[in-house]
């Protein structure tokens, strides 16, 4: 199993993926109609994950990006293991060296008996921008390829506040089946009935350690510092909402240009309608007093020639910039949620202290 990464350019989690692997060894044994319907983490995963972060997303500002491996039961995406995408110089070719990378990685695991069936990819965001073309493309060849795969998108930001933000993401079979048909019209979004909450379809997601790790994780919390122990209630939050109600400002000015040009784009196409009604029915007047002075008619004109169709702008983009307004707001409200918590439970300890 190996697909070529996506592959970080000018733009952070710009996407291309290389297209010659078209034979994929399934990580599950079922028929293609399953459905995951939870994702089942090793903790060992999301270390590793954290730490690909911390080492090499320059705290959190650049993006990482790995694979994923593991198996699927019954409805169940167990995934056991992961590994980052390797770095590579300008000379090399990126999508050889990473083919080849990935190929090594997962003939070593096997021989050392782990899984090693490819089961999807994960990425770094900052402060929950991940919603765009690149994303979208690339989760699209990995689904269209093997069928159970998912993305995690880790925030390491978010994460240091306290709350591990990581989450499990795929794309419905109504974005599926629309994206394949490479037709991003509005009447084709229409007729499959896609919008900014249709696309992605977060996916349940379950921490598991083995015996072994619980009864570690309780020796080092009775270890743990009390001042460490309450870090995470922290109440210097307003940069973070602050930069979140920023990202907010720059998508709604995203939507209002989008929304002027496709304004435009129905003006437009209203006039040159106008002009095509005013020919045709000028066109019949002329063969109607020709007809009536017993001389033969016009020859008909091609109207398309004359007025060419305007081609409608691709409303993909919008779309998905809505759903990153929709997901800037729900991080909006859960924070502002955790932070009221936090104030009320600050004022209570304080009332108390001071009666």
């Keep these: 199993i190996c697909i070529s990464p996506p592959k970080i350019e000018s733009l952070p989690g710009q996407a291309y993926f290389c297209r010659s692997f078209r034979k994929i060894k399934m990580a599950s044994k079922r028929g293609m109609d399953s459905m995951v319907q939870i994702v089942q983490i090793d903790g060992l995963v999301v270390l590793k994950l954290i730490k690909h972060s911390q ?51 997962m003939r070593n695991l096997r021989h050392v008996n782990v899984d090693h069936l490819h089961v999807g990819w994960y990425q770094s965001t900052y402060f929950g921008s991940f919603i765009n073309r690149a994303l979208l493309d690339s989760q699209f060849n990995y689904q269209h390829s093997i069928e159970e795969s998912v993305v995690l998108i880790y925030d390491p930001l978010r994460t240091t506040q306290g709350f591990l933000s990581l989450k499990a993401y795929r794309l419905t079979p109504a974005m599926m089946k629309f994206y394949k048909e490479n037709d991003f019209s509005p009447e084709n979004m229409t007729k499959h009935n896609i919008n900014f909450d249709s696309m992605f379809e977060e996916i349940p997601i379950v921490l598991r350690n083995s015996h072994l790790v619980n009864a570690l994780l309780c020796e080092l919390a009775e270890k743990t510092r009390k001042e460490q ?127």
């Design 229 to 355: 122990k309450f870090s995470s209630l922290d109440l210097g939050t307003s940069s973070m909402l602050e930069k979140n109600m920023r990202q907010l400002m720059e998508c709604v000015d995203d939507v209002a240009m989008d929304t002027n040009k496709y304004l435009n784009f129905q003006r437009n196409n209203f006039r040159q309608q106008q002009a095509k009604q005013q020919f045709i029915m000028k066109r019949e007047q002329e063969n109607l007093q020709r007809k009536q002075r017993g001389e033969p008619p016009l020859p008909e004109e091609d109207l398309n020639k004359m007025f060419k169709p305007q081609p409608a702008p691709q409303r993909l983009d919008c779309t998905l910039v809505a759903g990153q307004m929709n997901n800037y707001c729900k991080q909006v409200c859960e924070f502002a949620s955790q932070s009221l918590g936090k104030l009320f439970m600050a004022e209570t300890i304080h009332d108390e202290n001071v009666s």
């Design 55 to 105: 080492e090499e997303g320059a705290g959190g500002t650049d993006l990482v990006q790995g694979v994923l491996l593991g198996l699927v039961v019954d409805n169940r995406l167990e995934i056991t293991n992961c590994f980052p995408f390797p770095k590579h110089s300008e000379d090399e070719d990126f999508e050889t060296v990473s083919v080849q990378y990935q190929m090594e990685m």
